[in-house]
């Protein structure tokens, strides 16, 4: 059953009657660019057919009613929504009706259902987000164009920068509300303007592979924090507005410093070669440019962890043309290029290096562009 129809049985269930209507948003994978949102960069991220669901009716009573198969349900006075006083996946919705939210909102009765793996570093808390905010958008009659959404996806992190207080930069919220079916989206992250950029590896016989190392991602851990900080404290030191500025970070004395910010501006010129590829139809040299990535991120910026280099090496080493740890690190997933006929033979591998090393039992997916946040269809 998809995410749509379970938010609906969902809502039935547990709130009882119908919901004004049902709207679903996906999670996301990036293809390249990784750890630059927060630095003004470039990204390449694709939505996942994978999304979270939220059947939503409106009510006029000041209560919003939440309830979420899996995770405790909660009810919450909306005058009574501050920042940081709402615990776990509560804070997400509530911090988006904070963000979002018209002036007047008088509640609703929201039931949540998801297929995005919750921990598994492909936005499942984005994908919630960006479906309540499409919901109230549409409830509410505010503009959901892609001017609209753009907004919407900014309003998204604001909830999750100043109402959960996790400090990310925004791609996945965008990604979320603008991703297009058999497109990866250029997303310049000064901007907010968006290509998008034909994407079908299964038309040159190539399938992406998403390998979830089982190993919990955790974003609020104060690592992504700290690099984050590390990257506008070396903006600051080669007295530019950000790390989108430079070339250059020689001028930089510390060394960590260097490293962390030498990964922005190498992962920008990546994400650049990455699209000139793939406008010239050349879907394989994206395999050097996901190797030469994930090199980075390990070594320069130290968000990798075992997990993640155990099936990015496994993989490599099975034939996938490239491979490298995607979203915030630290646990999470991977994403390989493989030839589609070794898809097995390279998910075999990565299992077996994990077995070998004592580490959790990935899970797999084979994955492709899909659309962005949308109305599901009545049943
Ligand atoms: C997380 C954050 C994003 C981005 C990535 C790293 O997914 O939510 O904003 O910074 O990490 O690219």
């Given at each position: 059953?998809?995410?749509?129809?379970?938010?609906?049985?969902?809502?039935?269930?547990?709130?009882?009657?119908?919901?004004?209507?049902?709207?679903?948003?996906?999670?996301?994978?990036?293809l390249?660019?990784?750890?630059?949102?927060?630095?003004?960069?470039?990204?390449?991220?694709?939505?996942?057919?994978?999304?979270?669901?939220?059947?939503?009716?409106?009510?006029?009573?000041?209560?919003?009613?939440?309830?979420?198969?899996?995770?405790?349900?909660?009810?919450?006075?909306?005058?009574?929504?501050?920042?940081?006083?709402?615990?776990?996946?509560?804070?997400?919705?509530?911090?988006?009706?904070?963000?979002?939210?018209?002036?007047?909102?008088?509640?609703?009765?929201?039931?949540?259902?998801?297929?995005v793996?919750?921990?598994?570093?492909?936005?499942?808390?984005?994908?919630?987000?960006?479906?309540?905010?499409?919901?109230?958008?549409?409830?509410?009659?505010?503009?959901?164009?892609?001017?609209?959404?753009?907004?919407?996806?900014?309003?998204?992190?604001?909830?999750?920068?100043?109402?959960?207080?996790?400090?990310?930069?925004?791609?996945?919220?965008?990604?979320?509300?603008?991703?297009?079916?058999?497109?990866?989206?250029?997303?310049?992250?000064?901007?907010?303007?968006?290509?998008?950029?034909?994407?079908?590896?299964?038309?040159?016989?190539?399938?992406?592979?998403?390998?979830?190392?089982?190993?919990?991602?955790?974003?609020?851990?104060?690592?992504y924090?700290?690099?984050?900080?590390?990257?506008?404290?070396a903006?600051?030191?080669?007295?530019?507005?950000?790390?989108?500025?430079?070339?250059?970070?020689?001028?930089l004395?510390?060394?960590?410093?260097?490293?962390?910010?030498?990964?922005?501006?190498?992962?920008?010129?990546r994400?650049?070669?990455?699209?000139?590829?793939?406008?010239?139809?050349?879907?394989?040299?994206?395999?050097?440019?996901?190797?030469?990535?994930?090199?980075?991120?390990?070594?320069?910026?130290?968000?990798?962890?075992?997990?993640?280099?155990?099936a990015?090496?496994?993989?490599?080493?099975?034939?996938?043309?490239?491979?490298?740890?995607?979203?915030?690190?630290?646990?999470?997933?991977?994403?390989?290029?493989?030839?589609?006929?070794?898809?097995?033979k390279?998910?075999?591998?990565?299992?077996?290096?994990?077995?070998?090393?004592?580490?959790?039992?990935?899970?797999?997916?084979?994955?492709?562009?899909?659309?962005?946040?949308?109305?599901c269809?009545?049943?």
């Open positions: 059953m998809s995410a749509c129809t379970d938010a609906r049985t969902l809502f039935a269930h547990e709130l009882g009657g119908s919901p004004d209507g049902v709207w679903c948003a996906p999670g996301r994978v990036n390249i660019g990784e750890h630059v949102d927060y630095a003004d960069g470039l990204c390449l991220p694709m939505a996942l057919e994978h999304c979270t669901a939220v059947a939503v009716r409106r009510r006029a009573d000041g209560i919003l009613r939440l309830r979420s198969a899996g995770f405790p349900g909660t009810d919450i006075t909306v005058t009574d929504i501050v920042s940081h006083a709402v615990p776990g996946w509560a804070a997400y919705v509530a911090g988006v009706v904070w963000a979002v939210g018209p002036a007047g909102f008088g509640g609703a009765d929201i039931a949540v259902a998801s297929d793996p919750v921990g598994a570093g492909l936005s499942s808390s984005a994908a919630l987000e960006c479906a309540v905010a499409l919901a109230l958008a549409e409830l509410f009659g505010r503009a959901t164009d892609d001017t609209g959404r753009a907004a919407l996806a900014s309003a998204c992190m604001r909830a999750e920068n100043d109402f959960v207080g996790v400090p990310t930069g925004g791609m996945d919220q965008q990604i979320s509300l603008r991703g297009r079916a058999g497109h990866a989206m250029l997303l310049d992250c000064r901007t907010g303007t968006v290509r998008h950029v034909p994407f079908d590896p299964a038309a040159d016989g190539l399938a992406l592979l998403v390998v979830d190392t089982a190993a919990p991602h955790r974003l609020v851990d104060g690592q924090a700290q690099r984050r900080r590390a990257v506008e404290d903006a600051r030191q080669l007295g530019v507005d950000s790390l989108r500025d430079t070339d250059s970070v020689a001028a004395r510390d060394t960590i410093l260097s490293r962390r910010a030498r990964h922005v501006v190498t992962e920008i010129g994400v650049r070669a990455a699209v000139s590829a793939l406008d010239a139809g050349d879907v394989r040299a994206l395999g050097p440019l996901l190797d030469a990535s994930h090199r980075s991120l390990r070594d320069d910026f130290e968000v990798s962890s075992v997990e993640l280099d155990s990015v090496d496994a993989a490599r080493d099975a034939g996938a043309l490239g491979a490298r740890m995607v979203g915030g690190g630290f646990g999470g997933s991977a994403l390989a290029l493989c030839e589609a006929a070794a898809v097995e390279i998910s075999h591998a990565v299992r077996v290096a994990a077995g070998r090393r004592g580490l959790p039992q990935p899970r797999f997916w084979k994955v492709a562009p899909a659309a962005g946040a949308r109305r269809a009545r049943p």
